[in-house]
């Protein structure tokens, strides 16, 4: 069986400081982990996924994560938020060959100025 | 330009109306789903199919109905019986690739009921 926790349902942060989202997940096969960013009123973006090549997954615009099996944890990071990065987060795990991923609750980024 | 397309972006619906949501794809792929989403629920998978002809229901498939006649067509249907269609809808699909399911989504409709 597979399940995924964001730990966090919102996170604020300063432009220009570093984001942390977590992320842990439960898996009974060896997982696909993926992180989407949503932007109000519009589809799921693909940010980064994990099939167990290198641990450390670097994605698109900055963000980054680091698979941890000892820790069941996938958390995103990024060095420096932008505005931009404003958005709602889900973090997504799939069994190796399911069809049906689970997602995350979804993490609120707050980005300040 | 590859890529998902859902239509329309904004569906209103009267008492007692069924409506249909569009979502085609030009992936070439093999599984499509549709996912319902409410605000601080995330997403909640309504149905999905594998191949053509064949689909199966998710977690929350009472009220809504789909076909799958075309590799790049999953209309989803929300019926007179779905008692709060209220939410906004996103239809993915995913190929059939090995090791790894990565689902590419449309850029969603919401759903108002008048």
């Known amino acids: 069986a597979q399940s995924v926790t964001q730990l966090d349902s919102h996170v604020s942060v300063s432009e220009g400081t570093p984001v942390l989202l977590r992320c842990n997940y439960s898996?009974?096969?060896?997982?696909?982990l993926f992180w989407y960013v949503q932007h109000p009123n519009k589809g799921l973006q693909l940010l980064l996924k994990?099939?167990?090549?290198?641990?450390l997954v670097k994605g698109i615009n900055g963000f980054e994560a680091e698979f941890k099996k000892s820790e069941t944890s996938f958390h995103l990071t990024k060095p420096s938020a932008h505005m931009s990065d404003a958005a709602e987060y889900f973090c997504?795990?799939?069994?190796?060959?399911?069809?049906?991923?689970?997602f995350g609750r979804g993490t609120s980024l707050i980005v300040h100025p | 330009d590859g890529g998902i397309t859902q239509s329309p972006k904004y569906l209103f619906r009267k008492e007692g109306q069924n409506v249909t949501l569009s979502c085609e794809q030009n992936l070439n792929h093999d599984a499509m789903y549709w996912y319902r989403q409410d605000p601080g629920q995330g997403l909640r998978l309504i149905y999905y199919?594998?191949?053509?002809?064949?689909?199966q229901k998710g977690d929350i498939a009472e009220g809504y109905s789909v076909s799958r006649e075309k590799k790049e067509s999953f209309p989803l249907t929300v019926t007179s019986a779905q008692k709060n269609p209220t939410a906004f809808y996103l239809c993915?699909?995913?190929?059939?690739?090995?090791?790894?399911?990565?689902?590419?989504f449309g850029p969603g409709t919401r759903l108002l009921v008048l």
């Open positions: 993915a699909s995913s190929s059939r690739t090995r090791n790894q399911e990565t689902q590419y």
């Open positions: 994990y099939t167990s090549a290198a641990t």
């Open positions: 199919s594998q191949i053509v002809n064949d689909f």
């Open positions: 997504v795990v799939s069994d190796q060959g399911s069809y049906i991923p689970t």
């Open positions: 898996s009974s096969y060896s997982p696909s």
